[in-house]
């Protein structure tokens, strides 16, 4: 059974040495390599390619491509939103993992941030407040910031949810 034809390969294989430079497969490379991935659904191979690419994947392989796949193959397979308690059985720690990583106090630190990035570079979006100081830390606005953006989930709170979570599988 082969789900993902040879020309559907060879477009994906352009697709990724587009995009990744460390991608420098000779045709008997591109021959080989589809063996291994014909039998994955072609919606997985692209999923996996458009993950590495938006998280600028530094060095690309056939073989943190095959990860990706496998990971995405792993996920379950609805449309429907995570609540909290699968989000955190899924991925124990990631966001406690990005706020330490990041010396960010709390989830609603975090958000600040990226918006004031993302303000210092004129993307705001039409919806969105603009009246900020740019250039102002966090700790200056934080009560102002809580205001607007409620969610402040501290790193103890995120710890205490995620180990009450844990406990509750064992």
């Given at each position: 059974?082969?789900?993902?034809?040879?020309?559907?390969?060879?477009?994906?294989?352009?697709?990724?040495?587009?995009?990744?430079?460390?991608?420098?497969?000779?045709?008997?490379?591109?021959?080989?390599?589809?063996?291994?991935?014909?039998?994955?659904?072609?919606?997985?191979?692209?999923?996996?390619?458009?993950?590495?690419?938006?998280?600028?994947?530094?060095?690309?392989?056939?073989?943190?491509?095959?990860?990706?796949?496998?990971?995405?193959?792993r996920?379950?397979?609805?449309?429907?939103?995570?609540?909290?308690?699968?989000?955190?059985?899924?991925?124990?720690?990631?966001?406690?993992?990005y706020?330490?990583?990041?010396?960010?106090?709390?989830?609603?630190?975090?958000?600040?941030?990226?918006?004031?990035?993302?303000?210092?570079?004129?993307?705001?979006?039409?919806?969105?407040?603009?009246?900020?100081?740019?250039?102002?830390?966090?700790?200056?606005?934080?009560?102002?910031?809580?205001?607007?953006?409620?969610?402040?989930?501290?790193?103890?709170?995120l710890?205490?949810?995620?180990?009450?979570?844990?406990?509750?599988?064992?």
């Amino acid at each position: 059974m082969v789900l993902t034809s040879k020309q559907e390969w060879i477009t994906m294989v352009n697709w990724l040495k587009l995009r990744f430079a460390s991608i420098k497969w000779n045709d008997a490379e591109v021959r080989s390599l589809y063996e291994d991935y014909k039998n994955i659904d072609p919606e997985h191979i692209w999923g996996a390619s458009q993950l590495c690419y938006q998280n600028n994947t530094e060095y690309m392989s056939s073989a943190k491509l095959m990860s990706v796949v496998k990971e995405l193959q792993r996920a379950p397979k609805t449309n429907k939103a995570l609540t909290m308690g699968e989000v955190v059985q899924l991925n124990k720690g990631g966001l406690l993992d990005y706020l330490k990583a990041n010396n960010y106090e709390s989830f609603a630190h975090a958000v600040y941030d990226l918006k004031m990035k993302r303000l210092r570079k004129g993307g705001a979006i039409k919806s969105e407040t603009t009246h900020w100081d740019l250039e102002a830390p966090y700790e200056t606005q934080k009560e102002l910031w809580l205001q607007e953006f409620p969610t402040e989930w501290t790193i103890e709170y995120l710890e205490r949810r995620r180990d009450k979570a844990m406990q509750g599988e064992k």
